[in-house]
């Protein structure tokens, strides 16, 4: 297939795209670039890039593609928190909009990166299936919900939405997210000695690898439509769900020297659920995830290592994607609608 991902220059963007390719598939990036320079080691293989603004694109930008890996977000709580009405903006019409942009060019398969930060609140330790409700506590959850609720409604006979509700990613990527519990956990240990915790540990989240991810956006990209057309998936794997202070535990372990601490004043997240991710792969043979998060703590420990990073380097903003979101800003880069205003 042709095919475009959103964000191919970030996190996700950085194991997609070479995945993609090693199928393939020909792919096509969009990306405005806020993390263009934000590596950890050599970047990946680039592939034709259209440099563009979510908020810009036209049918004109999706002419000729079968499918469209959207991926491309204001990506994690603190940035959604720093201006709410900009998630908003970015997560949840501009997505709608290329949306719109690529039914209306005749793509036929639209792959949407959610979350399951929508999950937010879970009132038991049940895990929440597809069919459970929502109670999301952050404006980048929120933001997820209203893409989700509206993309469904352009689903025709035509054109298919999926929605992959990714669970807490973790793993290296060449642009590698330092803001993420199991990278940041991971480095603290190795780096500092400190598995240093900024809550009580006491909720619950599941955690996928990032290769995990794309495997399920690659396997349901070329899964047959009637397994797909309008369909909601929990990505991840049902017995990696975790207590967080657990993961501290396993960092611990894995990293030798290192023990947990708590920051002062630590208290309960409101984050809290388990999820079943049973139905993505009853549904949908061609995904099979290989990661548990042992392993992946183990792959970073060993891509630190090799790429010599250092604490000030995990803590600036090339691996802290807020930082990097003010420092653009601070240096009169990016305005305060988050638009380019010098390259």
């Known amino acids: 297939m042709r095919v475009l991902v959103t964000g191919h220059h970030g996190y996700l963007g950085g194991v997609l795209t070479p995945m993609l390719r090693a199928a393939g598939h020909d792919v096509t990036g969009l990306d405005t670039d806020y993390y263009l320079d934000c590596l950890l080691g ?13 908020r810009d694109v036209g049918p004109e930008h999706l002419a000729g593609f079968d499918a469209v890996c959207h991926l491309a977000a204001l990506c994690n709580d603190p940035i959604g928190n720093l201006n709410p ?22 793509v036929t398969r639209f792959l ?4 399951c930060s929508l999950y937010g609140a879970g009132t038991d330790d049940r895990p929440l299936d597809e069919e459970a409700g929502f109670a999301p506590v952050t404006p980048y959850g929120e933001s997820k919900i209203r893409a989700e609720q509206d993309l469904a409604g352009l689903a025709d006979d035509d054109f298919s939405p999926v929605f992959l509700r990714n669970a807490t990613a973790y793993g290296f990527s060449p642009r590698l997210r330092g803001d993420l519990v199991v990278n940041d956990l991971t480095a603290h240990a190795l780096l500092t000695g ?14 996928v690898h990032a290769e995990d991810i794309c495997a399920a956006f690659l396997a349901l990209l070329e899964a047959p439509r009637e397994q797909v057309h309008g369909q909601a998936y929990n990505i991840g794997v049902s017995t990696e769900n975790y207590l967080i202070r657990d993961v501290a535990e396993l960092v611990a372990e ?4 290192s023990r947990v601490t708590f920051a002062g004043g630590a208290s309960p997240d409101a984050r809290n659920y388990r999820v079943s991710c049973d139905l993505v792969t009853a ?21 630190y290592q090799r790429h010599g990073l250092t604490i000030e380097a995990f803590r600036s903003e090339r691996h802290q994607r ?3 979101i003010r420092a653009l800003t601070d240096a009169g880069r990016l305005d305060t609608e988050l638009r380019w205003s010098t390259r």
Do not use: C, M
């Open 112 to 115: 949407f990166s959610s979350s």
């Open 194 to 207: 400190e598995v240093r915790l900024l809550s009580d540990g006491s909720a619950w989240r599941p955690l």
């Open 85 to 106: 009405e900009l998630t908003y903006e970015i997560n949840h019409r501009a997505t709608l909009r290329l949306a719109r942009a690529a039914k209306a060019a005749g």
């Open 42 to 54: 050599p970047p990946p293989p680039d592939v034709p890039t259209i440099r563009l603004d979510l």
């Open 254 to 257: 894995v990293v030798p020297g």
């Open 322 to 324: 807020l930082r990097q």
């Open 283 to 303: 549904r949908v043979p061609g995904f099979r995830p290989r990661w548990t998060v042992r392993k992946g703590i183990e792959e970073l420990v060993e891509a």
